[in-house]
């Protein structure tokens, strides 16, 4: 299992990296994902929710850099930091955040919170 939960998250950061955030959500997600910010997940639960969010953000931003930093795999949980370079809504954003995913046992992510 590992291995394919390895193979997944990497494509997950490639494709945010080639700015294919769409198509790798569709791909790698669970109907039933569970998406949040800062500990709070009551608004993003189930596909449908979570892909208006990633719309919104792909429709308003503009990616000019995602440098992955560190990546780590343990069982059907993996993590991320990823510094990222972009403009939305015509402001520009420079941070570093880190994606923590779960993983079910047909390779989707099931719950991702970044912090």
């Known amino acids: ?22 198509e790798i959500f569709e791909k790698y997600y669970a109907d039933d994902v569970v998406m949040y910010e800062k500990g709070d997940s009551t608004n993003r639960v189930g596909k449908d929710q979570n892909r208006k969010a990633e719309e919104a953000f792909v429709n308003n931003a503009t990616i000019h850099e995602a440098k992955l930093l560190k990546v780590l795999v343990d069982g059907n949980n993996t993590a991320y930091e990823m510094y990222m370079d972009f403009t939305y809504g015509g402001h520009n954003v420079k941070k570093t955040q880190w994606a923590i995913q779960q993983w079910n046992n047909n390779g989707l992510v099931v719950k991702e919170e970044f912090f």
Do not use: P, W
């Not at 299992?1 to 769409?22: D, F, T, Y």
């Open 1 to 22: 299992m590992s291995v394919k939960i390895r193979e997944n998250i990497n494509a997950i950061i490639k494709g945010i990296q080639e700015n294919k955030i769409l």
